[in-house]
């Protein structure tokens, strides 16, 4: 059955930073999930909420479910279905931008059932990819080995009236897959290196242009959290 995705339900263009934050240790986790580790500090006060998915092997299209306010339950296939539908449609276009084996993840995609076996877990920054140009989102991904952002790569910011972001974040050893929404001004990681001006549109380098001061906060407190010294400085 095709959702009907409420977007007042996804996050819209970050409001005025609130004072609130949530206590990341009362996080309600399945396996004990250290959450607070596996998130680089940059973003902890800017995060509201982390949803927890069914730890299946299918975490990931669970999580991105959760940041469409779907249900995870019923609709992590249906988010794997578009991704291959996507890959599909322009399934040539995607060969020449994929560093991966566009064949096997294909296959990957074809995948249904649970548990998942790993090796059809669901990879990124390809499934971001699919999942921006598909749905005309942001997607955030971030984990301690790399965080990135995904714009779409044929829609610019004035051709997609509501600006959303869908966040997850790769916890618990890099094996798990949550759901984290962030608000108020909060630093954009690093732009996936997929996302360029050799496959993206002239409209859509706009994006960059947009979210430029959000993508240089990040650099800087990527930097100072990691005791970087500019000595050109």
């Known amino acids: 059955m095709e959702p009907v ?38 973003f902890h006060p800017y995060i509201t909420n982390i949803r927890n998915v069914k730890p299946d092997g299918n975490c990931g299209f669970r999580a991105l479910a959760v940041c469409l306010g779907l249900d995870e339950h019923e609709y992590y296939e249906y988010i794997r279905q578009q991704m291959r539908e996507e890959l599909q449609n322009r399934y040539h276009i995607y060969a020449g931008i994929f560093f991966r084996d566009v064949n096997s993840l294909y296959q990957d995609l074809c995948f249904f059932g649970s548990p998942c076996p790993r090796e059809h877990w669901m990879k990124m920054p390809e499934a971001g990819v699919l999942i921006a140009n598909k749905f005309g989102v942001i997607v955030h991904s971030l984990s301690m080995s790399g965080s990135f952002t995904i714009f779409p790569f044929w829609s610019g910011p004035e051709e997609i009236q509501h600006h959303r972001a869908l966040t997850i974040a790769l916890v618990n050893d890099e094996n798990h897959y949550v759901m984290v929404e962030l608000q108020g001004g909060y630093p954009m990681p690093t732009i996936t290196p997929y996302w360029n001006f050799r496959n993206i549109s002239m409209s859509a380098a706009g994006w960059e242009t947009v979210y430029r001061w959000r993508l240089e906060l990040y650099t800087q407190l990527d930097r100072r959290e990691s005791g970087f010294v500019d000595l050109g400085d």
């Open 5 to 42: 995705i409420d977007w007042n339900e996804v996050p819209d263009k970050p409001a005025r930073h609130s004072s609130y934050m949530i206590n990341l240790n009362e996080v309600p986790l399945m396996n004990h999930l250290n959450i607070m580790g596996d998130i680089p500090k940059v």
